[in-house]
């Protein structure tokens, strides 16, 4: 079979091409070229379709024309130089699915990276908080009675000078589950009520 598509292929190339090319010359008579043949058969047992394509190919080698293609060179029906370029194509797929790959992995690297800083973030927000809490307790004990005005005075300065105010901060300490419910405390300290600085921060 593989005689008679190479002789028909031959006479037949030599006259024409698909494309309009010349035929190629082979350099000595141990060069060779590919050969792709395409055709379909039904699906049956095993025997049926072993039968029944060595008879599909026999009918393609006997009616279809036979061409030849250069970039690579090749013979072949129709239908079968069309898979010419196939490995080349499935190559392309294959790079460009590893560079995918790659950079998914790097993604997921990233990604858990960005994971780990929210983590921190999350404990550095609780550990924030509970200096929030400790800078309203200090004002708190500064308006203790009994308490002397240079006391007080100074432990004002040091508790401002080590945390400072945030006054949209310590309103969250008065939303539900916050912790806190000494709202006049917080008026005295900022000169308005959570609910007025939540409004702000809107």
Known sequence: MIDRLMASSTSETTASSSKGKEAASLESPDDMCGVIVFTTTDIGDEPTMIEGGQQALEDVLEHEEF?????????????????????????????ELAST??????????????????GDLTKSLDSYKKIRH?????????????????????IKEGSAAAHGGDAKTDADLYRDGGGRDDLQMFKELYGFLPQVVWSFSK
């Open 134 to 154: 400790r800078f309203i307790d200090t004002y708190v004990r500064t308006i203790t009675p009994g308490m002397s005005a240079l006391a007080t005075k100074q």
């Open 101 to 118: 790959k790659m950079v998914v992995a790097a993604q997921g690297k990233r990604i858990f990276s960005l994971e780990t800083r929210v």
């Open 67 to 95: 061409y030849m293609e250069l970039e690579p060179l090749h013979v072949g029906n129709t239908r079968g130089l069309s898979l010419i370029h196939l490995p080349r194509e499935m190559g392309i797929v294959k790079a």
